[in-house]
Each structure stands twice: as C-alpha cells, then as structure tokens.
C-alpha cells in the first residue's frame, strides 16, 4: 500500500534561496492538497489540484509561494527568496474527490529550517 | 471565515479514566474529520463523521457530530499509554469533502500509567 510520498523529509537552508518540495499522491488520487504546520499548531491549508487545475491558491501565504502539478500526478511546491518565518512542516495530502466519504491522506511532510 | 476551536488543548490523565474532547466550528459544514499525530509524524485519519448524528467506534475512541450545534466530540474510555498523541479536529470549508480543511489547535493528550 503505497500511500502520500514527500520528498525531502528535511531540508536546511539559508535566508534568501529558493526550496522546492516534491509529493507523489496515491495514485487513483485526483485531488492534491497542501498544507504548512507549525509548531503547536494545526494544519494550514495553502492549495489545492484537481488533477492538474489549481483550484484555489488564494490561501497561498504570500507571491514567494507557488505550487505545480503539470502532469496530474506529483506536484511541487516552490517557496522563493526564504525567509526565517517560512521554517516549518509542509504537508501534503491526497483524496479521490469530490463527495467521496474518504479523508485526505497525508504524507509525513517535509520539515524547513531556514538559517 | 471558518473557524475551529478545540477544547482542551492540554490533557494529562492517568490510564483507565474516560474523558472527551470538544470540536466546536463557526459555519455549516456536512463533514467533519478526526486526525491523530504522534510527536515528529504526520496525520493519521481516525474518523469521518458525514451527517448529523452520526456516531463512530474504534476501539477506546468513539467520536461523534451535532451538526445543529455544530459540535464534535471524541470520547476515549478507559484510556491507556498508547493514546498517547495530539488530536485534531477538521472541517471542510466548501463542503462535498474535497476542498481545504480547517483544522483545530489540537488536543494535546498525554496519558501517565
């Protein structure tokens, strides 16, 4: 059973470089989801895809934020410029659609420390 | 704009007491979602409650939803060591299950044997 797959698990960087993020869902999954949590705190929606449509990126925390999933499959999130505020987990999350009774599954994320 | 309160965000309780955890949101939602998260992991789904009423069981947790009072609670029975994790609660903010979820703080839980 292969379920959400991120990748890195652990990325450390310094202040101003650009990261990137990668999430291969379950595979019969249509729709993708990410999230950013911080310490002591729940999960935060950012965006999501049907396939490979953005369907709300609204909620993206700021225009240094940007996420792609061009074939429908793996998706990226991209953060630009980093800054100390950015360091936290990245989640990313899958689910077959819409109505469906399933939860969104999520991957074990990807923790950023920005030096 | 949705909100999710979560009540108590901090619980120590000793092994074999029962207890319940709170999930109050601010706007009409049909389905409402239970997570668990150990230290340095991600979300594990525990529930998926879809309608008013509904009730559901697995093992020592049992969780159910007032969509009228818009009102979640997770009750543990005699809880042990193992249920030792930080719960949260999630609602949809669209509806139809497919869209962003809002989370809860979380329930800190820590159970002493």
């Known amino acids: 059973d292969t379920g959400v797959s991120q990748d890195p698990r652990h990325k450390i960087t310094k202040r101003g470089q650009n990261v990137t993020f990668r999430c291969d869902p379950i595979?019969?999954?249509?729709?993708l989801y990410w999230y950013r949590q911080t310490l002591g705190q729940g999960p935060e929606f950012l965006t999501y895809?049907?396939?490979?449509?953005?369907?709300?990126k609204s909620r993206l925390l700021s225009d240094r934020f940007s996420a792609e999933r061009p074939k429908g499959s793996f998706s990226t999130l991209e953060i630009q410029r980093t800054e100390q505020g950015d360091s936290a987990m990245y989640l990313c999350?899958?689910?077959?659609?819409?109505?469906?009774?399933?939860?969104?599954?999520f991957g074990d994320g990807t923790r950023l420390s920005i030096l | 704009e949705l909100k999710v309160e979560q009540n108590p965000l901090f619980l120590s309780m000793q092994e074999g007491k029962n207890y319940t955890i709170y999930c109050n949101y601010s706007?009409?939602?049909?389905?409402l979602y239970w997570y668990r998260q150990d230290p340095g992991k991600s979300l594990e789904s525990l529930f998926v409650?879809?309608?008013?009423?509904a009730v559901k069981q697995e093992g020592r947790l049992m969780a159910s939803l007032d969509t009228k009072a818009r009102l979640s609670t997770l009750h543990i029975t005699a809880a042990v060591h193992d249920l030792s994790a930080t719960y949260f609660c999630?609602?949809?903010?669209?509806?139809?299950?497919?869209?962003?979820?809002?989370f809860g703080k979380g329930t800190h839980l820590i159970i002493q044997p």
């Open positions: 999350a899958s689910s077959p659609g819409h109505y469906s009774n399933q939860p969104q599954h």
């Open positions: 595979s019969e999954h249509n729709r």
């Open positions: 895809f049907q396939n490979e449509a953005q369907l709300e």
């Open positions: 706007t009409t939602s049909d389905r």
């Open positions: 409650l879809l309608s008013n009423g």
């Open positions: 999630a609602v949809d903010m669209e509806g139809g299950g497919a869209d962003g979820l809002t």
